[in-house]
């Protein structure tokens, strides 16, 4: 039994991902997330125009800002600055880190 | 043997090559063009589409080259109607283009990640290919680097660096670019079909040419948190509106009234040297006024495209859009659409040629079709004569004059009419065929005269030869409608006032103005009003002097005090007074909604590639202001 909670403490904490996946439209400003894929109930030219953009998975994401008026939302993707509204991220899904 | 069909300069080049420019929306690739083709460029609708493409001729003789520069797209495969005709147009499947026989790729090397994926698709096509790499200044300054060389080695096509905005790279570019066929098609095709192994070549490309990101822009970052930030943000929008509005509105007025003048001042010269009265008429009237009527748009045009390109070119455009796309959504369009919104309350025209920095059909569509209900300038000289009619100067309602309460009341119902009529276009005809919203918001860039220039000078000449000419036929037609039959032996002995009022009311459009009598009865109104409602085709504020001239007031530009006490003249309402406050009210409200601008029309017509959007907006808004002005007196005649 000690042995087992030894263990776990002893770990890094990068070898226990906390693997909490939610779409990225849960992101508040500042927050990075890494993308693990789209929805399937996308549309698949939108799916398409998504990854064009470089949203595919494993891509790294920011929110960097959200509008004044509330929509839409400044995201940095690759090496880019796009916006989109939340009926966009919510087909996005990202790994959130702990 | 291929052929096709252009008209003009180009066809020098007929027999020489044609080359496509392809790259993504904010890579430098108007820049590019522009470097290349100097002011040569002829522009054209796809057609069924409002996505338009560019020409233009590289080099001279039998190596020039033709160079077609395509919509910015992010990808070839195409995900919306508009993107499709682009397509089509590699393929050679559009009647009167010709598919390229060379592909030349624009890269910014910032975002080079991402354009390789572009770069496949484009060396996918088998075509032989070139790669402009551009922004290679500004991936240095952000600490990024690549070599272009080992680019060329790894991509198998040639690579030309280039600083657009400078010309830096552009005589080794345009030099190879007549090389083109040397150019080869590399031996190994990127596999495009599968995405894993599409971005496993990626990263081998990126890789071999030692490619090291750029860090995210600093400087744009710091101006992005104050431009976007929710107070500051909107103040600074506010202001920029303000100082926007104010150029097309205010600063154009002076300038409109020198065109003016200076016509008027032409006519009047060409007129006294003229003994035929009907021929000086024609041509001071119908030709040098009608010109004038066409040039009089120009102060506003090239005020609006110098500042539309400008907050493009630098970037703020996109930034105005993520502000407001909020609002805009309520109608069903994206924040793309509020500038060409505001525009349209200066004018529809330039408004409805603003609607090209929009990227859908669809949404250009929308927003043209709405345009005409926004409360153009033109409309206020209409507004302040019956106002003016309708409550006394001295009438007040709490702190507020009445009379700028009713002009208020006028200007909310056209906005708020214009947004409602995009919602439900964007919900019934004009509800299929679009992408989501997205933006990029790229770095704040400095632009160069030149390519501001360009961009005023290519819509300007647009608006000259192809919306001008339908403008000088139609005031022509008006003109006609207005002066025959002629009437110079009766008016022979009359005074000039009298003289215009006896010639206008046994006009042809005296008699259009009675035919259209069973029409309007119902509104209220006579058929001297029916004469004013088709001079205002003209342009709006025509009525008022129309109907000055027909009342023979003696300044038919403030003919008040004569409309007053004007009485029907035939028919059962026999001496009654026409203008009652229930048909000045159903008048107004005709104003706000009738689609009365032949100019208008036109420039729909040319900017959506077909008479069937303008004809519709016609037909609708006619029938909507003649509804909603036979409600407004019902209820008027109801109350009083």
């Known amino acids: 039994m000690s042995e087992t909670a030894i263990d776990v403490t002893s770990l890094p904490p990068a070898s226990v991902p906390p693997r909490r996946t939610a779409s990225l439209s849960v992101l508040r400003r500042g927050d990075g997330a890494r993308i693990v894929g789209i929805d399937a109930a996308c549309p698949a030219p939108v799916m398409q125009r998504l990854c064009e953009l470089g949203f595919c998975a494993d891509a790294t994401i920011e929110c960097l800002r959200r509008a004044p008026l509330g929509s839409p939302t400044v995201y940095r993707i690759g090496d880019a600055d796009l916006c989109l509204r939340t009926s966009l991220t919510d087909y996005i899904q990202v790994e959130l880190p702990a | 043997m291929s052929h096709h069909h252009d008209g003009g300069r180009s066809t020098t080049t007929a027999t020489g090559a044609v080359l496509a420019l392809v790259g993504a929306p904010n890579a430098g690739k108007s820049s590019v063009f522009n470097r290349l083709t100097g002011l040569r460029v002829r522009t054209a609708n796809y057609p069924g589409v409002t996505v338009t493409h560019s020409t233009g001729v590289v080099g001279d003789g039998p190596r020039g080259v033709q160079l077609v520069d395509l919509p910015g797209t992010y990808g070839l495969t195409p995900v919306s109607p508009d993107e499709h005709v682009v397509l089509d147009h590699l393929a050679g499947r559009l009647p009167g283009t010709r598919a390229p026989d060379a592909l030349l790729v624009v890269v910014d090397a910032t975002t080079l990640r991402r354009s390789l994926s572009l770069v496949a698709q484009a060396l996918a096509t088998a075509l032989p290919c070139a790669v402009v790499l551009t922004m290679t200044d500004e991936l240095d300054v952000r600490g990024g680097h690549l070599d272009a060389a080992a680019l060329s080695q790894a991509l198998g096509v040639p690579v030309y660096p280039v600083v657009g905005h400078r010309g830096r790279g552009v005589p080794a570019l345009r030099d190879g670019l007549l090389d083109w066929p040397t150019w080869q098609a590399p031996a190994l095709l990127p596999p495009v079909d599968d995405r894993a192994q599409l971005d496993g070549w990626i990263l081998s490309v990126l890789d071999r040419v030692g490619y090291r990101p750029a860090g995210p822009p600093t400087g744009s970052r710091s101006l992005d948190r104050v431009l976007l930030h929710p107070v500051w943000g909107l103040v600074t929008f506010a202001a920029v509106m303000v100082v926007f509005f104010q150029a097309i509105f205010t600063l154009a007025a002076p300038l409109q009234g020198y ?66 796309d909020r609002v805009m959504a309520i109608s069903g369009l994206d924040g793309r659409a509020f500038v060409s919104m505001l525009s349209s309350i200066a004018c529809a025209v330039p408004g409805i040629m603003s609607t090209r920095t929009m990227p859908s059909s669809r949404d250009r569509i929308a927003t043209m079709l ?69 933006l ?158 032949i100019s208008t029309l036109a420039v729909m017509r040319r900017e959506s590639n077909s008479w069937r959007w303008p004809a519709f907006s016609f037909v609708s808004l006619t029938l909507l202001a003649w509804v909603a002005a036979w409600l407004a007196r019902s209820v008027a005649l109801a109350l009083t």
């Open chain 2, 370 to 438: 709405a345009a005409p209900l926004m409360p153009c300038s033109a409309r206020l000289p209409v507004y302040l004569l019956l106002t003016g009619m309708l409550v006394p100067t001295t009438a007040r309602w709490g702190p507020f004059g009445l009379q700028g309460f009713a002009l208020f009341a006028l200007y909310m119902a056209g906005g708020i009419s214009a947004m409602i009529a995009a919602s439900v276009l964007r919900a019934t005809v004009l509800r299929r065929g679009g992408l989501p919203f997205y």
């Open chain 2, 259 to 324: 065109v003016e003048s200076l016509f008027g001042w032409l006519g009047g010269l060409a007129a006294a040297d003229i003994a035929n009265p009907v021929l000086a008429d024609l041509v001071s009237t119908g030709l040098i006024g009608g010109l004038g009527g066409v040039l009089v748009f120009l102060p506003q045009i090239v005020l609006l495209f110098t500042l539309l390109s400008l907050l493009e070119a630098v970037g703020y455009l996109a930034r105005a859009a993520v502000l407001m």
């Open chain 2, 440 to 597: 990029e918001l790229p770095p704040f860039r400095m632009p160069t005269l030149r390519t501001l220039a360009q961009s005023v000078w290519t819509p300007v000449r647009m608006f000259l030869r192809k919306v001008g000419t339908i403008i000088l036929v139609a005031n022509l037609v008006l003109w006609a409608l207005l002066t025959f039959p002629t009437r110079t032996a009766e008016t022979a002995t009359m005074s000039p006032s009298e003289a215009s009022a006896y010639t206008l009311d046994h006009s042809v459009a005296a008699s259009i103005g009675h035919a259209l009598e069973p029409v309007y009865e119902p509104l209220g109104f006579d058929w001297r009003i029916n004469i004013g409602l088709v001079s205002a085709m003209a342009a709006r504020e025509v009525f008022v002097s129309t109907l000055g001239q027909v009342a023979a007031a003696q300044d038919p530009e403030n003919p008040q005090d004569v409309l007053r006490t004007m009485t029907f003249t035939d028919g059962e309402h026999v001496g009654e007074r026409v203008f009652t406050a229930p048909t000045i009210i159903a008048l107004l409200v005709y104003f706000v909604f009738a689609m009365q601008c």
